[in-house]
């Protein structure tokens, strides 16, 4: 049979119309301590801080994520995240929780998704590919994308305009740490200068903006401080060392900043 030009452009035509949904990319297990996590590629315009990007939420894929936190066993999923917070088995989730993610939110929305079996699963590269192709990906939106096996991110980024990424598992050998791609979590200054001279670029959360250290970090733009002039997913600068640029700090915000000044304080 004779190719058919027409044909052939027609498929072409009928596949990029096609709607591609949110998925699951992943289901396995962690990189951090071996325990079943998941990640779910959910597609969304409600952030107003990232803008329009393509969230990926890295959970516990057995348990809710309030108990995993309270339990602390979002250790899979976070590995050495100080702003996890302390166990707390007998509260909603860990006492003295810094971190900005409000679990009763978007983690807790996908959580119940995914117990409804709302999202397919998907896999092999290209199908992956093909979720993250012309968007802007944030990778962890929940969670610590080094949890997770590094050819899923490397499918998922292949077709994508850009990314952000952030980790705490830049010291944790079994963890698919690469700073190409991800952003060093630094908790304090020190850790900062530590990373900064391995060469590795970091985001790190400040008390005041006159913590910055000049000639190595900037303020978020998408920060109220900077007055959010921008979005993340305009922006861009937190993609790693794939990103020729300084680093980043951005003064506690969230439900978490009391928690965090007080660590810093101390």
């Known amino acids: 049979m004779p190719f058919d030009t027409m ?18 990319i992943y289901m396995g297990p962690s990189l951090i301590d071996g325990a079943p996590i998941m990640v779910i590629a959910v597609i969304s315009k409600r952030n107003r801080k990232t803008g329009a990007m393509l969230q990926t939420y890295i959970m516990r894929s057995d348990i809710d994520p309030r108990y995993a936190s309270a339990m602390g066993l979002d250790v899979s999923i976070c590995g050495s995240c100080p702003l996890r917070g302390i166990a707390n088995p007998n509260g909603k989730q860990a006492k003295e929780r810094a971190c900005y993610v409000i679990l009763g939110q978007g983690p807790l929305i996908v959580w119940k998704a995914f117990q409804r079996d709302f999202y397919p699963m998907v896999s092999g590269f290209d199908a992956i590919a093909g979720i993250g192709a012309d968007r802007m990906v944030r990778i962890g939106t929940y969670g610590d994308g080094a949890a997770v096996p590094a050819h899923i991110w490397q499918a998922l980024l292949s077709r994508a305009k850009g990314h952000t990424a952030y980790s705490h598992q830049s010291g944790l050998s079994q963890a698919a740490f690469d700073p190409a791609i991800y952003m060093v979590s630094a908790d304090s200054e020190a850790q900062a200068r530590a990373a900064w001279q391995a060469g590795r670029r970091t985001f790190r959360v400040i008390d005041t903006v006159s913590d910055i ?42 439900n978490g900043a009391t928690h965090i000044r007080k660590r810093n304080a101390a």
């Open 213 to 254: 250290v000049k000639g190595k970090e900037i303020l978020c733009p998408a920060s109220k401080e900077a007055g959010a002039r921008t979005t993340c997913f305009s922006c861009g600068l937190c993609g790693g060392n794939g990103v020729k640029a300084k680093s980043i700090a951005i003064p506690a915000h969230g």
């Open 7 to 24: 044909q052939a452009a027609r498929i072409v035509k009928r596949a990029k119309k096609a709607k591609v949904k949110s998925s699951i």
